[in-house]
């Protein structure tokens, strides 16, 4: 009537009030075009009823959040919904993890004694891995926001449910999914703002102390997925390692050997296992906290690289000089290896100081310095090369006959006709070397080849039969 009477007044206010009065007034219809009263209750009175019902029973709605929340973490390993204990979060995992607390955490006045027992403890035993955990933190303005929206969710499914007993029209059926959009997206307001801080452990002196990060006044960048959802643990890690900057995708090598002092430091390590880098990372406060192993894996990728330090497999015996008895054509340094070749449990890495003496080539009759692991040298083998005798040293042993090689004391023509080699390679070095064998085939007309392996760890049989031996009969290089 207003409008009528007024006709200055904008439509746009004019269908606010409307809105507003089909959510306000229990018995006002609407059809489509027109507004009346009837004495049937309309839909806004019908969830307002199953509302309550719900409400009733408050488990069923923190119930339906945990839901929604393991819904959307699902896809991310590393997020741990609503642990009730501090069993509940894994212990030793080599990646970040984030612990999204319930409810009742943020309701709590003893957050931060509860808190330090997540850090410290992993059920009956102590935590390890305290450098690998943070805690999402939930907010207390949003929680009674969150939970409305899905009370309401909730009463509106079972308005639905009920369609054909109450008899709902085809307009109240719109009106139904149009509250059910409203509800929706209050909800996933909610949601978005739910995790907007993170605790993580620091020392404390003897104990472990709370360090709080916050989003603040800087807004996430991420937000609402393209199904206009909530992206929770996007919006979390990116707090964490864009805009406070605590858990990281990179580390220098530098900067990992300097922490475990590899080769350096007030009491430097000639060597170290990767495995106790990784657990070091993951275990030590005041380490840089890593996103997951693989930043490990890269660094020595790049630390191999750069030769800042070696890389061999197994755990090689120190020698009286500081050195590791190895072969030294065991220690990868000064290339680039791929990373699926850097075994982060069996691996082990060696600062430049340590690496095991390089072999000496002796030719002719030449007697070998001592070994470093104190052993009596062997002399240099001749004969076929076929492996009769004495084995050979790493390195080269040669013997001397007549041939077109340069002329000798006496007149005599001499040259190299007996040769042995030994060496330990991987896969890259083998192929490296690949070139060098087939010339000295070209100068001996054959070679006779013995492989020799001694894995860390046992060979599978299907891959070795069809990689290895296989391919070598077809060549008809070994026999049946």
């Known amino acids: 009537m207003i409008a009528c009477v007024g006709p200055d007044l904008d439509s746009t206010t004019a269908q606010a009030c409307l809105k507003e ?15 009346c009263f009837k004495k049937d209750p309309n839909v806004t009175l019908l969830v307002e009823q199953e509302a309550d019902l719900v409400a009733r029973d408050a488990d069923k709605v923190d119930k339906k959040i945990k839901e929604i929340l393991e ?61 690998g955990l943070g805690l999402a933190v939930p907010a207390e303005d949003q929680i009674e926001g969150l939970r409305r929206a899905v009370r309401y969710l909730l009463a509106i499914e079972q308005v639905r449910g009920k369609a054909k007993q109450i008899n709902l029209t085809d307009a109240q059926k719109e009106q139904l999914k149009e509250r059910d959009s409203t509800e929706k997206a209050a ?75 590899l080769g350096s430091g007030d009491a430097p390590k000639p060597g170290i296992r990767t ?132 002329t000798g004391g006496g007149g005599a023509t001499t040259g190299v006709k007996d040769l042995d080699i030994e060496f330990v390679a991987d896969r890259n070095a083998l192929y490296s070397a690949w070139n060098a064998i087939a010339n000295l085939a070209d100068l001996a007309g054959h070679v006779h080849v013995t492989v020799k392996v001694n894995a860390p760890k046992p060979m599978d049989k299907g891959k070795l039969e069809n990689g290895v031996l296989e391919p070598l009969r077809e060549l008809g290089l070994i026999e049946e």
């Open 187 to 261: 909800a996933e307001s909610a949601l978005l703002r739910l995790y907007a801080e993170v605790w993580f452990p620091h020392a404390d002196g003897g104990t472990v102390g709370i360090e709080k990060v916050a989003v603040g006044g800087r807004p996430l960048q991420v937000t609402l997925s393209e199904k206009k959802k909530a992206m929770i643990h996007e919006r979390v890690m990116e707090l964490v390692t864009v805009v406070q900057k605590k858990v990281f995708d990179r580390v220098a090598p530098g900067k990992l050997a300097t922490l475990f002092n």
């Open 275 to 406: 495995a106790d880098v990784v657990s070091g990372f993951f275990s030590f406060l005041g380490f840089p906290r890593l996103a997951n192993e693989g930043v490990v894996r890269g660094a020595i990728q790049k630390g191999i690289a750069d030769g800042h330090f070696g890389y061999i497999m197994g755990s090689p015996q120190l020698g009286p000089d500081g050195r590791y008895l190895a072969d030294h054509a065991r220690v990868t340094v000064g290339r680039t290896v791929l990373l699926d070749e850097i075994d982060l449990d069996s691996g082990f890495l060696i600062a430049p100081s340590a690496f095991p003496q390089k072999p000496e080539v002796h030719i002719g009759g030449t007697t070998p310095p001592p070994t470093t692991d104190g052993t009596a040298p062997q002399p240099p083998v001749t004969g076929t090369g076929s492996g009769g005798g004495t084995p050979p040293q790493p390195g080269v042993t040669t013997g001397t006959g007549t041939g077109g090689g340069p």
């Open 21 to 35: 009065l089909k959510e306000q007034c229990l018995y006002l219809h609407f059809d489509g075009a027109r507004y």
């Open 71 to 131: 819904d959307r973490l699902a896809g991310h390993r590393n997020a741990i919904v609503w642990p009730t204990k501090p069993a509940d979060i894994p212990d030793r995992d080599t990646s970040f993890l984030v612990a999204y607390l319930p409810f009742d955490f943020g309701e709590k006045s003893s957050r931060q004694v509860e808190a330090a027992e997540y850090f410290e403890r992993a059920g009956s035993k102590q935590r390890e891995f305290r450098n």
